[in-house]
């Protein structure tokens, strides 16, 4: 059974920081390409950043030079560290682990930036 299970979501304010992780389990990690994704009320679900199996990186513009993606393959995790928070960056944020034919997603942690 694949799990994907997010945290490090929580309340901060303007300015601060976040580490989120993301752990996977029943899947071949290395091989999948990661991605932090969030979606705000009201919003559709939007790409923040991914990282392929290869460690290749992309992100969204609105959070280029302010958030990092990065991979642990040896412990299974994919991290999104958040700096120079802003209130539009208020979401839920999830992870999803992607091949041709396969697409997982975790649940989600709630990320809350206030002014």
């Known amino acids: 059974q694949v799990r994907l299970v997010e945290s490090g979501g929580e309340l901060v304010q303007a300015g601060g920081s976040l580490r989120l992780s993301c752990t996977a389990s029943g899947i071949i990690f290395s091989i999948m390409h990661m991605g932090w994704y969030r979606q705000a009320p009201g919003k559709q679900r939007e790409l923040v950043a991914i990282?392929?199996?290869?460690?290749?990186?992309n992100y969204a513009d609105s959070v280029k030079g302010r958030f990092a993606i990065s991979r642990g393959n040896a412990k299974n995790t994919v991290y999104l560290q958040m700096n120079s928070l802003k209130p539009e960056d208020t979401a839920v944020y999830y992870c999803?682990?992607?091949?041709?034919?396969?697409?997982?997603w975790g649940q989600g942690t709630q990320v809350t930036v206030s002014s």
């Open positions: 999803a682990a992607k091949r041709p034919g396969y697409d997982y």
């Open positions: 990282i392929d199996s290869g460690g290749s990186t």
